[in-house]
């Protein structure tokens, strides 16, 4: 990674005509293709929380699903406490509020990632951001986190926030945002391992009492509910959804597809066990090297493989590597090293991901009849296969040491004889 700035680049007529034009194509898209899910899963969040408010027991909630059976909320009680406001409003206008909320949390995650990547490079950081909007917008995973009304934009904005502005400006709030995103959806609690892996012991014990008292919170609330999830209805993962739907992108999914419905429980444990050490060690290198966004990035992916349910529109953190393939490629193109290998996986993690390699039967593109033998296998777990060869081959950026806006490392970053994965400084 550089560290001195660019010369400021101008933005001219030209420019802007490129960025109206990549708007409206973007824009004419998302028309053609509609809102396909019409925020289903907000739909039931909302419905199960005016069911609480009215007095009863918010997981007594279900409703009927022609694919899933029945379904109901699955999130602990202080995810329905912070949704409670929105159940006293017409469901168009608490979906308005929530569409607003998840908007504005996906772009502000967008610019911490995007802003100092434009600022070494001499563009303004509104231009590259409204530039990467229309773009990251039509990978399946952003795409259909809005369109099914999820919580994903809010929970990624707070683990972005958290580790690449509080972090590194050492603010005693670092740990507040993963805290609660892990009270929200206990999936981002990957994160607090991955601060107590870097070292980083005050963040981690924050991050570990926000989750508790924002738990507790619920519980003052509902006692009855708080226990009920805690102590039964966390460990049965089926209420979420079959895991061997194709929609299910983690390694339970993958061998509960194999295995005719039922994922083997050791060779589940087995490949947890080495995805975990393997990813983890990787992201504390990252974080080591100073490039925090590929160490965060890292964690959430070993985060999704692990998890007994990763829907394809939780793979958000395919938008962070997207940014340090092409920052890298960019970087090295400029100083003539061999830069194809990352554009190459950037090219091919964008593509399959907005053309959704996964909804291919879907959509009629392949036969139901070739989800057989190695093309089958392929296409049905492509999400699985890419976020495992991310887990190998994100490479790692040296942090920019004269804009101080690197996290303190917790190694010597001279030591790390990898900066990248193709074997040569990032």
């Given at each position: 990674?550089?560290?001195?700035?660019?010369?400021?680049?101008?933005?001219?007529?030209?420019?802007?005509?490129?960025?109206?034009?990549?708007?409206?194509?973007?824009?004419?898209?998302?028309?053609?293709?509609?809102?396909?899910?019409?925020?289903?899963?907000?739909?039931?969040?909302?419905?199960?929380?005016?069911?609480?408010?009215?007095?009863?027991?918010?997981?007594?909630?279900?409703?009927?699903?022609?694919?899933?059976?029945?379904?109901?909320?699955?999130?602990?009680?202080?995810?329905?406490?912070?949704?409670?406001?929105?159940?006293?409003?017409?469901?168009?206008?608490?979906?308005?509020?929530?569409?607003?909320?998840?908007?504005?949390?996906?772009?502000?995650?967008?610019?911490?990632?995007?802003?100092?990547?434009?600022?070494?490079?001499?563009?303004?950081?509104?231009?590259?951001?409204?530039?990467?909007?229309?773009?990251?917008?039509?990978?399946?995973?952003?795409?259909?986190?809005?369109?099914?009304?999820?919580?994903?934009?809010?929970?990624?904005?707070?683990?972005?926030?958290?580790?690449?502005?509080?972090?590194?400006?050492?603010?005693?709030?670092?740990?507040?945002?993963?805290?609660?995103?892990?009270?929200?959806?206990?999936?981002?609690?990957?994160?607090?391992?991955?601060?107590?892996?870097?070292?980083?012991?005050?963040?981690?014990?924050?991050?570990?009492?926000?989750?508790?008292?924002?738990?507790?919170?619920?519980?003052?609330?509902?006692?009855?509910?708080?226990?009920?999830?805690?102590?039964?209805?966390?460990?049965?993962t089926e209420r979420i959804g079959h895991p061997d739907r194709l929609e299910n992108q983690s390694l339970t999914g993958s061998l509960a597809r194999l295995g005719d419905g039922v994922a083997n429980r050791p060779v589940w444990a087995l490949l947890a066990v080495l995805v975990m050490a393997y990813g983890l060690w990787r992201a504390r290198r990252a974080a080591a090297a100073g490039d925090e966004a590929s160490g965060?990035?890292?964690?959430?992916?070993?985060?999704?493989?692990?998890?007994?349910?990763?829907?394809?529109?939780?793979?958000?953190?395919?938008?962070?590597?997207?940014?340090?393939?092409?920052?890298?490629?960019?970087?090295?193109?400029?100083?003539?090293?061999?830069?194809w290998p990352p554009a190459a996986m950037a090219a091919v993690l964008y593509v399959t991901t907005t053309f959704s390699i996964i909804s291919w039967y879907d959509w009629h593109v392949v036969a139901r009849s070739a989800g057989r033998g190695v093309p089958g296998f392929l296409i049905n777990n492509w999400y699985v296969l890419l976020t495992l060869a991310l887990l190998v081959a994100l490479p790692f950026r040296r942090?920019?040491?004269?804009?101080?806006?690197?996290?303190?490392?917790?190694?010597?970053?001279?030591?790390?004889?990898?900066?990248?994965?193709?074997?040569?400084?990032?």
């Open positions: 990674m550089p560290t001195t700035r660019a010369g400021r680049v101008r933005i001219g007529p030209r420019r802007v005509v490129v960025l109206l034009a990549v708007w409206a194509v973007a824009g004419g898209a998302h028309v053609w293709y509609g809102n396909r899910h019409h925020f289903f899963d907000f739909g039931i969040y909302y419905r199960a929380v005016r069911w609480w408010a009215a007095g009863h027991d918010l997981y007594s909630y279900s409703q009927p699903d022609p694919v899933q059976g029945t379904l109901g909320f699955t999130y602990p009680p202080c995810a329905a406490l912070l949704l409670r406001p929105l159940a006293a409003l017409p469901l168009g206008a608490a979906q308005a509020v929530f569409t607003a909320v998840s908007v504005a949390a996906g772009v502000a995650a967008l610019w911490c990632l995007i802003a100092p990547v434009a600022a070494r490079y001499g563009y303004p950081a509104w231009f590259a951001v409204a530039l990467a909007i229309p773009a990251a917008s039509w990978l399946e995973p952003v795409r259909e986190t809005f369109s099914f009304g999820q919580i994903n934009f809010v929970l990624a904005a707070l683990v972005v926030i958290d580790l690449l502005v509080a972090a590194p400006r050492r603010s005693r709030l670092t740990g507040v945002g993963i805290g609660l995103a892990t009270a929200i959806k206990l999936t981002p609690g990957i994160f607090i391992i991955y601060l107590l892996l870097t070292r980083r012991w005050r963040a981690a014990a924050t991050a570990i009492a926000t989750a508790l008292a924002a738990n507790l919170a619920g519980a003052a609330v509902g006692w009855h509910d708080t226990w009920w999830f805690w102590t039964e209805l966390l460990w049965k965060l990035t890292l964690a959430a992916f070993v985060g999704c493989l692990v998890s007994p349910v990763t829907w394809s529109h939780h793979l958000l953190w395919f938008v962070p590597a997207l940014v340090v393939l092409v920052d890298v490629a960019l970087e090295r193109r400029r100083t003539g090293r061999r830069w942090a920019p040491q004269a804009e101080g806006t690197a996290a303190a490392p917790v190694d010597d970053p001279r030591t790390l004889a990898e900066c990248g994965s193709w074997g040569e400084p990032a």
